[in-house]
């Protein structure tokens, strides 16, 4: 982690008529870190992550996402990050190695180097045995795995993942962890949501939306001082307890 | 009985509530019958007539003057005979020809009953009538004008006789209206029942209604009973845009066209149950009805003629319930027969009903797999 | 007599060739909340099926309050409330309608049973007319758990209610649970992919790969636990846990959020020896502490 800024909202809001969805929220994440976008459902942090991914218009403020600005630039933004999401991460119905060929082919990387890229991929993963295999019949954990590799395949700047870690098991989840590490010692940014608190704690910083806005931003122990929790999880509970809607 | 009347509420509730479906089973097939028959009337222009005048006296000169002034025909040849006018029609050379009868002025003035033939190429039937009308109106203004200045009886007459060419039983929305409404009567049974039910199991609401003493019967039921209503409702609407805008004829028994048309849509039902039975996805349960709707269209006598297809094609046409339901309406429509002269195609419906109503008993799961 | 009782009950898919749920039995006592708690695919789903005479097990027996899952199918379906995965209620029909037409279905009607529900279907009362898709994830819940209950069940079949739903909005929602088994005495069969929800069950069962780890109470996995473990922090949390993997004596070392959570071979670590060995690599702030495990411990010790 360094001081370069890689992310960096304005008073970054999103309006759906006359409901704020997103309220004005600002922050900075440096690159490499690994950044924790906590939020009851329906806080908006969802909202948020999508004008940031450039596929939402923000209706008012702006952000700086990998040196191009959302509001105008935001194909230039795509191209440097990367994103996965618990819901749509691979097609079901290639092999894993077709999964990986064709992103490198989205993201126009040489045939030679995705060749390349493949199988140190496969080999770090240890999953050289599984390159013909349908993703399909793959392990939900292992899915996963594949998923987040393929999202920073090309080498972006930033990571964006969404409940990366939902509904998988132990193991494998802190297994996940690792990779994540891993990507930000390379100095991949990540931008993680996530429900469980106890992957909070592995975020150099947290933020906590409630209702649109940004009620808390800052490292997991200075959070606990600041709102005299043992764990995140109190200091979530104390944040979104108050939380006036839902999703 | 509380339970399947509270379920059929709850359709229609999704029903209504949904634009596209309300669109589908309201609109579109009202569209389906007005298009054919009222909008497509291509605008006629230019429209190449030649003449015939086997009495060159000066009112067949008087009219065709006026047809060759008029914006819309474009007078070609003045011809000795039919045979010509034929031999233009077939190279595509004229639109329309127009025959004088002998002694044309001179009937005119005396007997009244001058005669006038108009021959079209009926290829392209909606033009053909567009193209006959306009040559219809521009006699009858002249002769609305003769009897003005002229001052003659009230009962002089032109009298006009059109002839189609290529198609002499010309009326093409007669024929196509029964075609129309078994498709839309297939669209709406099979289509939107089989994506009816199949959504409750996308939805995962069809776990609930299983794990729940709901009796399968009702399940089905309460699924059938509104695109029954809803078919029913079709119909006359579509009957009424028939008989009474269309002047599509309805010669014989409405009962009995409603009894045939009743015992399809119960086909049509049953088929997609059926479809639903065996499909998982909406998008599936979409396609299928789709791919229905193609032999409907091309093996049902819709739009070709069955006898003139080849054999292979002649016996799977059989099996398609919209070929007898066709042949039945036509039958009933147009030619006004009895009810022991449809007897066959209602007994080969009522056959392919019991079928299907066997086969989705037989499929249908009262359990998820 | 338990009222569910499972035997030996097995579910393949593929032909055979997918063993979703192998040779599992269990039994559910009265007004107990039972726990499945397991990863995604582990074969949670496949059970509540087969005990929701949803699908047919391959092999093996299951009962309901004496019924027959397969040969009782319909007169089970009258008894049990089943709330599934999936948000599955009807988004185009208002709360209310939702609710009448699920208590229609069970042959019965709100007023009959509206002390089962009063306390949650309150909390969503002011939103009756609105059209369930519009609610958000919190009250959708409460309205699914509502038409669930609304029949008054034997047993209360939820699979994963928790899913993807916040710390906050899961507290209230086992706290409608704890409420439910108090005053209503019923029985709750629930499965969650979260190991901090297992303290609010009876009994739970820890599965993995359509196979049992355990059954018994939290406590009574926990008690079981039989290595020595510790939780370790230091200023360095990320190097610490590859630092902790290279020392001898160290079994397993996992991270748990603000400690890792380490396993060691006793007779060659001490606490002290260990603090030594860290600090010599440059830890500074390090703090051991032997801890009782949590129920994920567990899962991760009966995993391997």
């Known amino acids: 982690m360094d001081n370069h800024v890689v992310i960096k909202a304005e008073g970054l809001t999103k309006k759906f008529g006359d409901f704020t969805a997103t309220d004005h929220i600002s922050f900075e994440v440096h690159r490499g870190e690994i950044f924790g976008f906590l939020g009851a459902n329906g806080a908006g942090k969802t909202t948020a992550m999508r004008m940031l991914c450039g596929l939402s218009r923000p209706s008012e403020g702006n952000a700086i996402v990998a040196g191009f600005d959302v509001k105008d630039h935001y194909e230039d933004v795509k191209r440097h990050i990367g994103y996965m999401s618990q819901k749509f991460s691979l097609y079901d119905d290639l092999t894993v190695e077709e999964n990986l060929k064709l992103f490198g082919g989205i993201y126009g990387m040489p045939r030679k180097k995705v060749a390349e890229m493949i199988t140190a991929l496969l080999k770090d993963l240890g999953f050289e045995s599984e390159r013909k295999t349908m993703v399909r019949s793959l392990p939900l954990g292992w899915k996963q795995k594949l998923a987040f590799s393929l999202s920073i395949f090309h080498e972006p700047q930033i990571v964006f993942l969404d409940e990366p870690t939902g509904g998988v098991d132990p193991v494998t989840r802190r297994q996940f962890w690792e990779l994540i590490y891993k990507a930000a010692d390379r100095g991949i940014t990540v931008f993680v949501t996530t429900h469980y608190m106890d992957e909070a704690e592995y975020c150099d910083r947290v933020s906590i939306m409630v209702d649109g806005k940004i009620r808390a931003l800052d490292t997991p122990d200075n959070l606990k001082k600041q709102f005299g929790g043992e764990s995140m999880y109190d200091v979530f509970y104390a944040l979104a307890r108050g939380a006036k809607r839902g999703d | ?369 | 007599m338990s009222i569910i009782s499972v035997k030996d009950l097995v579910k393949t898919y593929n032909k055979g060739r997918t063993k979703a749920v192998d040779n599992l039995s269990f039994d559910v006592e009265r007004g107990e909340i039972f726990g499945l708690i397991g990863p995604d695919g582990a074969g949670k789903t496949s059970i509540f099926r087969m005990l929701t005479t949803l699908i047919l097990a391959d092999s093996g027996t299951a009962t309901i309050d004496g019924m027959d899952v397969v040969k009782d199918f319909k007169k089970i379906r009258q008894h049990i409330g089943y709330m599934p995965g999936q948000f599955s209620l009807y988004q185009d029909m208002t709360v209310e309608e939702n609710l009448a037409f699920f208590a229609t279905v069970f042959n019965t009607t709100i007023e009959e049973n509206y002390h089962l529900v009063k306390d949650i279907y309150e909390q969503i009362k002011p939103f009756k007319d609105r059209r369930s898709g519009k609610l958000s994830g919190g009250m959708k819940q409460k309205l699914a758990l509502c038409c669930a209950l609304i029949h008054a069940p034997l047993v209360l079949f939820l699979d994963e209610p928790t899913t993807g739903v916040d710390p906050v909005s899961r507290k209230e929602f086992w706290e409608m649970l704890q409420k439910l088994k108090h005053d209503f005495k019923l029985t709750i069969i629930v499965s969650t992919p979260y190991m901090d929800e297992a303290v609010q069950c009876d009994r739970i069962a820890l599965i993995q790969n359509g196979r049992f780890l355990t059954i018994d109470s939290p406590d009574g996995i926990i008690d079981k636990y039989r290595e020595t473990l510790w939780a370790i922090r230091s200023n360095q949390m990320h190097r610490l846990l590859n630092d902790l993997r290279q020392t001898p004596g160290v079994l397993t070392a996992s991270g748990f959020g603000e400690t890792h959570h380490v396993t060691v071979d006793p007779s060659v670590l001490t606490q002290e020896s260990l603090k030594n060995s860290l600090a010599a690599l440059g830890h500074t702030e390090i703090e051991v502490t032997a801890i009782r495990p949590t129920i994920e411990d567990c899962f991760m010790d009966l995993q391997s």
């Open chain 2, 1 to 369: 009985m509380k339970q399947l009347r509270s379920f059929i509420k709850k359709e229609f509730i999704h029903i209504l509530r949904d634009p596209r479906s309300l669109l589908i089973l309201l609109v579109m097939p009202l569209l389906l019958v007005i298009l054919p028959g009222y909008v497509i009337k291509n605008d006629v222009k230019d429209i190449r007539v030649a003449v015939i005048d086997r009495s060159r006296d000066e009112m067949t000169s008087q009219i065709i003057d006026r047809l060759a002034s008029n914006s819309y025909f474009h007078l070609t040849d003045n011809l000795d005979n039919e045979e010509e006018a034929l031999n233009k029609f077939k190279n595509n050379e004229i639109d329309l020809a127009v025959i004088f009868g002998p002694d044309f002025a001179d009937r005119l003035l005396h007997t009244h009953d001058a005669e006038i033939q108009i021959i079209a190429d009926g290829s392209e039937p909606n033009q053909a009538t567009v193209r006959v009308t306009y040559a219809q109106q521009v006699i009858a203004q002249f002769q609305k004008e003769l009897q003005q200045q002229a001052g003659l009886p009230a009962g002089m007459n032109i009298r006009i006789a059109n002839r189609m060419l290529y198609n002499p039983q010309q009326r093409s929305e007669v024929n196509f209206v029964p075609g129309i409404i078994a498709m839309i009567i297939l669209l709406i049974c099979c289509m939107m029942t089989s994506v009816a039910i199949v959504r409750e199991r996308e939805t995962g609401t069809m776990e609930i209604l299983l794990a729940s003493p709901l009796p399968t019967i009702v399940i089905v039921l309460a699924k059938l009973v509104p695109y029954l209503v809803i078919s029913l409702l079709d119909l006359a609407a579509i009957l009424c845009i028939s008989v009474f805008l269309m002047d599509i004829p309805m010669e014989g028994n409405l009962i009995l066209y409603l009894a045939v048309s009743f015992i399809y849509i119960l086909t049509a039902l049953m088929l997609g149950l059926l479809i639903s039975t065996v499909i998982k996805t909406q998008m599936t349960a979409m396609l299928i009805s789709l791919l229905l709707i193609i032999p409907t269209i091309y093996l049902s006598g819709m739009v070709f003629d069955i006898a003139s297809m080849p054999l292979p094609a002649q016996i799977v046409s059989n099996i398609v319930p919209a070929k007898w339901f066709i042949l039945a309406s036509r039958k009933i429509m147009i030619e006004g027969v009895e009810a022991s002269y449809v007897m066959k195609e209602l007994m080969i419906l009522v056959a392919e009903l019991i079928v299907f109503l066997l086969l989705a008993w037989k499929f249908f799961k009262t359990r998820l797999e």
